[in-house]
């Protein structure tokens, strides 16, 4: 019974027999095994059971003789017994293990980006012409005093801010995950536009320090790679509490993928499994927490603005409060939609909450404990758009992470299946035949190209809200309305019906 194959494929590939010149590329590039040649019979054939629906051949087959169909499921319909689940059972029959998937959340939840609606200037309150007249993206992160001229820290005074130029950062994807060259790319691009990228939990690579000046470092529970040069070459440390694709889990790459470099980055032993707890065993409390927290900017005399990254869950506008007076300068908060290397997929698919509404949740208990200046709050978790930016910092966000829409601008195609390590695309696999496929330098323009075109958009939606200045939009919601949203979804949001006037 265990020879059977329970689970059709999920793809196929469909290969046109005039076109195909047989020039193997298809099956030098896929990383999956799924194309094949049989030299005897000189013939290319697929593995359809292998593919994943990466587009790799696709893109690469010279005669454009390849396509990929989903393929038919020959499944009896049944609504509350989907296809997904019956093959999500039969995989666990098979093999009696944790069902494992890559990137976020891809399940019909709503999308409350795409029911908000923007304001637009008319009459009585002109537009602005971004290209004509001054437009201000630059954010500055980090914990404002409660007025001028208070009382300075005993001994080094006020952790400095932090500029970007834009209020887009590549959020936490950590070297290992990623191969280097992706990482690379992405720390090329920050330095090139003048934000930050998040190392993640893998530490920095030693010959990527030339571009610390533009990383925050995070300190995650497994402490790999954190050493007093990693802190104090930073512009922001962050403490990893949570992630949204896997709220309350801890992290685990193979040791399969711990090459020399990156075992030398984190610390451990070569072809090691790197396993981060799932809480930090220091941290039990909002006191220790603080600890924590006191101790990097001890370490970094002052000089460094620390971050708290947590996932979205249901009480994460009291977790918020708490962090922000236990001294963090930054929160980043992870919605359910946020992508990963490898997470359980019951866990991505069914834990935490949408973006949209811990960001207003949280900017509004802040302000209404009067604390919201003591922190800068990053919004992460699916982010498609500028648009998508722009009515998260109306909602309360002071700057967004993009992690997703990063790859995807290196060439991820979203095939979901990253923590195999086999990726064709040269991105998450430390395979050095894959991963000279991807250029950082071409990858770095392609990402600052990303930056600059988001944010030229940015400007033309501010400007057509007769804003010039992204602060002067950070938590100002009635430049939005809600269309399609029950009173409880309004009321959560702080957002106005579409037709409301001001």
């Not at 930090?280 to 990254?309: C, F, G, M, N």
């Not at 962090?323 to 997929?345: S, V």
């Not at 000279?436 to 392609?446: D, K, S, T």
């Amino acid at each position: 019974m265990s020879a059977i194959r329970m689970n059709p494929p999920e793809f196929r590939v469909v290969r046109d027999e005039e076109k195909c010149i047989k020039c193997l590329v298809c099956v030098r590039q896929c990383g999956f095994e799924a194309q094949q040649y049989d030299p005897e019979e000189d013939r290319v054939y697929s593995l359809d059971e292998n593919c994943v629906a990466c587009q790799r051949c696709v893109c690469l087959c010279p005669t454009r003789a390849l396509r990929i169909e989903r393929n038919p499921v020959p499944y009896k319909l049944n609504a509350h017994w989907t296809p997904e689940h019956i093959h999500n059972i039969n995989k666990q029959a098979a093999t009696g293990g944790v069902l494992l998937t890559g990137m976020g959340n891809d399940k019909p939840y709503p999308a409350y980006f795409d029911r908000l609606l923007l304001n637009a200037s008319q009459v009585t309150n002109p537009s602005i012409d971004p290209l004509r007249e001054p437009m201000e993206l630059r954010t500055y992160l980090g914990s404002r005093p409660d007025y001028l001229g208070g009382e300075k820290d005993r001994y080094f005074g006020p952790t400095p801010l932090v500029p970007i130029e834009t209020p887009i950062m590549f959020t936490a994807i950590s070297y290992g995950a990623i191969s280097h060259q992706a990482f690379e790319a992405l720390a090329r691009a920050a330095k090139a536009y003048g934000t930050l990228f998040n190392t993640g939990e893998g530490g920095l690579p030693e010959d990527l320090y030339e571009y610390a000046d533009h990383a925050i470092v995070q300190v995650a529970s497994g402490r790999f790679g954190v050493h007093s040069e990693y802190l104090n070459a930073a512009r922001v440390i962050e403490i990893k509490i949570g992630q949204g694709a896997k709220p309350g889990i801890g992290g685990h790459l193979p040791g399969e993928k711990i090459t020399a470099s990156i075992a030398a980055t984190r610390m451990i032993p070569e072809g090691t499994d790197a396993l981060s707890p799932a809480p930090h065993h220091d941290i039990y409390s909002i006191e220790d927490l603080r600890q924590l927290i006191l101790t990097l900017k001890e370490a970094t005399r002052y000089t460094k603005p620390v971050s708290v990254k947590i996932a979205a869950v249901h009480n994460v506008a009291a977790i918020a409060s708490g962090i922000a007076r236990a001294g963090a300068d930054i929160i980043a908060i992870d919605g359910f939609r946020g992508g990963t290397g490898a997470a359980p997929l019951m866990i991505r698919d069914h834990v935490g909450i949408p973006i949209e509404l811990a960001i207003a949740a949280v900017d509004q208990r802040l302000r209404e404990e009067g604390i919201r200046n003591r922190v800068s709050l990053v919004a992460a978790g699916g982010f498609r758009s500028s648009a998508d930016v722009v009515k998260a910092i109306a909602l309360g966000a002071d700057a967004v992470y993009i992690g997703t829409a990063a790859l995807v601008a290196l060439g991820c195609h979203l095939c979901q299946k990253c923590y195999t390590g086999k990726c064709s695309w040269g991105i998450a696999t430390q395979d050095p035949y894959k991963t000279r496929r991807l250029n950082p330098e071409i990858g770095a323009e392609r990402l600052y190209n990303l930056l600059h075109g988001w944010s030229h958009e940015i400007k033309e939606m501010l400007g057509g809200m007769g804003i010039n200045s992204i602060e002067s939009l950070r938590g100002n919601r009635l430049h939005l309305r809600g269309v399609g949203l029950t009173e409880a979804e309004l009321k959560l949001l702080g957002v106005k019906h579409a037709g409301e006037g001001m």
